[in-house]
T-cell receptor, first 115, second 117 residues
Framework: AQTVTQSQPEMSVQEAETVTLSCTYD???????LFWYKQPPSRQMILVIR??????QNATENRFSVNFQKAAKSFSLKISDSQLGDAAMYFC????????????FGAGTRLTVKP | DVKVTQSSRYLVKRTGEKVFLECVQD?????MFWYRQDPGLGLRLIYF???????EKGDIPEGYSVSREKKERFSLILESASTNQTSMYLC????????????????FGPGTRLLVL
């Protein structure tokens, strides 16, 4: 079974600085999708960014970008120019492209942004 | 926009009570999921359903059951609530078919925080 590991339970960053959240995963599949979700305090979980495993180019969404290292099974999230609104729990998730529609989530990283 | 709603944001129940958590989505999605979220454990899949009246066990189905009588509604049932079921419960939906893989993401409800005393 696939597993997703987030080794940083908590991270903090100064406003306007850059922070990187780590995620590693274990799979024997070659075709899959990876996601970062954001869950603000008492608010709905929303998708931040996604990466298709067959694409070599790292995904970017405005201030959010990923460093996808397929051979190392690593999928880190970089947040540039951090804002107070970035404070949230961040979850890394994996979904197979061929075997079912369920997702595997990491334990989450709580990001604090200091003004 | 996809909208996934859950019947309660906060719920307090007593040990032994039967508890119903309701989830409704408005995008005609075939797949619906129930997760529980606990600190340090992330989201763990309880049950999912890929069609009306169809259900599959996830990683932690013990103590739970589900019902899907209509496509838009997926209910999670705690037959006899216990204190170790105190948690945040998240519902999600996801379409099937080719379009699903273009979408590639689940849509989540706001969550129900359940406290069992």
């Amino acid at each position: 079974a696939q597993t997703v590991t987030q080794s940083q339970p908590e991270m903090s960053v100064q406003e306007a600085e850059t922070v990187t959240l780590s995620c590693t995963y274990d799979t024997s599949e070659s075709d899959y999708y990876l996601f970062w979700y954001k869950q603000p305090p008492s608010r709905q979980m929303i998708l931040v960014i996604r990466q298709e495993a067959y694409k070599q180019q790292n995904a970017t969404e405005n201030r959010f970008s990923v460093n996808f290292q397929k051979a190392a099974k690593s999928f880190s999230l970089k947040i540039s120019d951090s804002q107070l609104g970035d404070a949230a729990m961040y979850f890394c998730a994996y979904r197979s492209a061929t075997q079912g529609d369920d997702m595997r989530f990491g334990a989450g990283t709580r990001l604090t942004v200091k003004p | 926009d996809v909208k996934v709603t859950q019947s309660s944001r906060y719920l307090v129940k007593r040990t032994g009570e039967k508890v119903f958590l309701e989830c409704v989505q408005d995008m005609d999605h075939e797949n619906m999921f129930w997760y529980r979220q606990d600190p340090g454990l992330g989201l763990r899949l309880i049950y999912f359903s890929y069609d009306v009246k169809m259900k599959e066990k996830g990683d932690i189905p013990e103590g739970y059951s589900v019902s899907r009588e209509k496509k838009e509604r997926f209910s999670l049932i705690l037959e006899s609530a216990s204190t170790n079921q105190t948690s945040m419960y998240l519902c999600a939906s996801f379409p099937s078919g080719v379009f699903a893989y273009q979408q590639e993401t689940q849509y989540f409800g706001p969550g129900t925080r359940l406290l069992v005393l």
